[in-house]
């Protein structure tokens, strides 16, 4: 990162810094956080250490304006999984749940002033179709809207197309592999669902060991990683490695390393703990980066600066200098990742071609004259 992002940096890797901060130290940090999603964790680390109401007014006001509001955003998830309770009631197999929504059901660190913008949950694919009946009988819907994105999650993809609630507007993926059936790695879900831990009243919901939480996390990230949350994602990844740490001591990392071979997740796993050693000063031992198959030498540079870019999108202003032909580079990786080249060229070319189609359709005018368009947008 630059010299713009260090001190949302320092804040996230030394919250008492934050008692140092001048107003336009602040200005700068609070505007980036706030797309980052990372506004409610500062507020924590500076309630948790006792110095929140130190500092200047508007400041923590902001922060206790985003803690309130993540902490509706919990009680929303726990109220939706309550009612994905009752949908799944005598479902054959587990429920798991991932990310945002592990960590809010299991009460983890990693929950706390933390934004959520889904539920994540993942089942056996053998009980795939079963689970989506499921939630089409309690108002869930799918949120793609063309038949060619319905066959590409459905053929190729690791998901359902998006789901959304039609009452209460909810957004839900519902998983059934890591990683789509096309991706270069592929990865078991069996030894994920088999070593899950099942949540006391929640039957038939289960969430992951830690380990799988970070190696799951970690392989959203770095394998398909897209838009303003990298460094929110990047610091859930700091917050659960340092409470496992905590807790086994140095026993973690080779039991995270042996894991991630289990899951065929080393890679994903080399670059979690690559950056959050370097952004967030995650204290990792010299010798265990060395045990994982990072890219070639050579190429390591290259991704450094592409990863690096790609974190500072967030905030328009602190962007790096190149960070939207990282962004781009990294979306085409993405894609690369997913599905092999045959597959690729013609859905990139798809996609390039439905994206420009649906803004010249934004762009003309309706045929009803600026004034009738006007009304018609005031109704909806």
Not at 156 to 180: C, K, N, S, Y
Request: charged share 25%.
């Amino acid at each position: 990162m630059n010299a713009q992002w260090a001190k949302l940096l320092q804040a996230l890797r030394e919250p008492e810094a934050m008692r140092g901060f001048d107003a336009p130290t602040w200005d700068l940090v609070l505007r980036q956080a706030l797309p980052t999603g990372l506004i409610g964790r500062l507020g924590l680390q500076a309630k948790d250490r006792g110095f929140l109401h130190e500092l200047p007014r508007p400041v923590w006001q902001a922060m206790e304006s985003m803690l309130s509001y993540v902490e509706r955003q919990r009680l929303a998830v726990e109220w939706e999984l309550t009612h994905l309770q009752v949908l799944f009631e005598g479902f054959a197999g587990p429920v798991l749940l991932l990310k945002g929504a592990a960590y809010v059901a299991a009460d983890l660190s990693a929950a706390r002033g933390r934004m959520f913008s889904d539920i994540d949950l993942l089942v056996p694919s053998a009980l795939l179709e079963n689970a989506e009946l499921r939630l089409r009988s309690g108002g869930w819907f799918s949120a793609v809207d063309n038949p060619y994105d319905e066959r590409y999650y459905r053929q190729w993809m690791h998901e359902l197309p998006p789901m959304l609630q039609g009452r209460r507007g909810t957004a839900l993926d519902l998983h059934h592999r890591l990683l789509p059936q096309t991706a270069r790695i592929q990865t078991p879900p069996e030894p994920l669902l088999a070593a899950s831990r099942s949540l006391p009243g929640r039957a038939p919901f289960a969430v992951p060991e830690p380990m799988d939480l970070v190696l799951h996390s970690a392989c959203h990230l770095f394998h398909e990683g897209e838009g303003s949350h990298l460094l929110r994602d990047l610091s859930d990844i700091d917050t659960l490695l340092r409470v496992e740490m905590a807790l086994q001591g140095e026993a973690l990392w080779p039991r995270l390393i042996e894991r991630s071979l289990e899951l065929n997740l080393q890679r994903p796993l080399f670059y979690a703990l690559r950056f959050a050693q370097r952004l967030l000063a995650l204290p990792v031992p010299e010798a265990v980066s060395e045990l994982l198959p990072g890219p070639p030498r050579w190429q390591r540079p290259l991704m450094d600066a592409l990863f690096v870019r790609a974190f500072s999108m967030a905030h328009t202003p602190s962007r790096l200098r190149g960070s939207g032909m990282a962004a781009l580079a990294l979306y085409v990786r993405g894609h690369a990742l997913r599905m092999p080249l045959p597959l690729l060229i013609p859905h990139l070319v798809r996609k390039a071609v439905m994206g420009w189609q649906e803004a010249k359709e934004e762009e003309e005018p309706s045929p009803a004259g600026p004034e009738q368009a006007d009304t018609r947008a005031d109704l909806r």
